[in-house]
């Protein structure tokens, strides 16, 4: 069956304006992640979300950015006013065990 | 300190060579332990779950020690395509159940 999807693949964006990136889960997939992984560095994670709980915010550095779930479906992640220490690989899981995440393929975004 | 230490390598060994790594975690009250393998430019996969017995998957032999608080990943008979990044992931056990990631340990097959 379909895996994570997410879009899009690449995003190069003017320093200053807004992104947003969007995340399609596997279908059925209660848990969604979205971590950051900026060049030759580990992932870093984002913002957790778990059926219709209140999601966990912990890892966003920012108010800048922001995510948003419908649901068990589609996630988006914002970023507003982008910086260039934004640019990173944006990884998004989904997970229905909770000991197994399956990643979508990243969003490259690049702030020049 | 951070959560979760690897050796960020690179290890360049021969193919057929038996090559461990060792990944340590500072939170006693980690529960679930994971390997994942990373390629380049590529998404994390999971590799094999860490069990407190120990559990092989073929050449993969993971071991977990929780009084020392580190896991380790032996690959026997290394093969040019298990040249990748490895990453050490560890759950918390109480609280948001996202996972924690090492920054990963780089492995490179030569011929």
């Known amino acids: 069956g379909a895996g994570v999807s997410q879009s899009p693949s690449n995003k190069v964006t003017e320093k200053g304006k807004d992104v947003e990136l969007r995340c399609d889960p596997i279908?059925?997939?209660?848990?969604l992640y979205w971590y950051r992984q900026r060049l030759g560095q580990g992932l870093e994670f984002l913002i957790y979300?778990?059926?219709?709980?209140?999601?966990?915010k912990s890892g966003l550095p920012s108010d800048r950015f922001s995510a948003e779930r419908t649901g068990e479906s589609v996630s988006t992640l914002t970023i507003q006013r982008t910086q260039q220490e934004d640019s990173a690989v944006y990884l998004c899981?989904?997970?229905?065990?909770?000991?197994?995440?399956?990643f979508g393929p990243g969003t490259r975004l690049t702030v020049l | 300190r951070k959560e979760v230490e690897q050796d960020p390598g690179p290890f360049n060994v021969p193919e057929g060579a038996t090559v461990a790594f060792n990944c340590t975690y500072s939170n006693s009250a980690s529960q679930s332990f994971f390997w994942y393998r990373q390629d380049c430019r590529k998404e994390p996969k999971l590799l094999m779950s860490v069990y407190s017995s120990g559990n092989e998957d073929g050449r993969f032999t993971a071991q977990l020690n929780r009084a020392s608080q580190y896991i380790s990943l032996l690959i026997r008979d290394s093969k040019l395509s298990d040249s990748a990044t490895y990453l050490c992931?560890?759950?918390?056990?109480?609280?948001?159940?996202?996972?924690?990631f090492g920054s990963g340990t780089r492995l490179q097959v030569q011929p």
């Open positions: 979300f778990q059926g219709n709980s209140a999601p966990d």
């Open positions: 992931v560890v759950i918390r056990g109480t609280g948001r159940r996202a996972l924690t």
């Open positions: 279908s059925g997939h209660t848990a």
């Open positions: 899981a989904s997970s229905f065990q909770v000991n197994e995440q399956f």
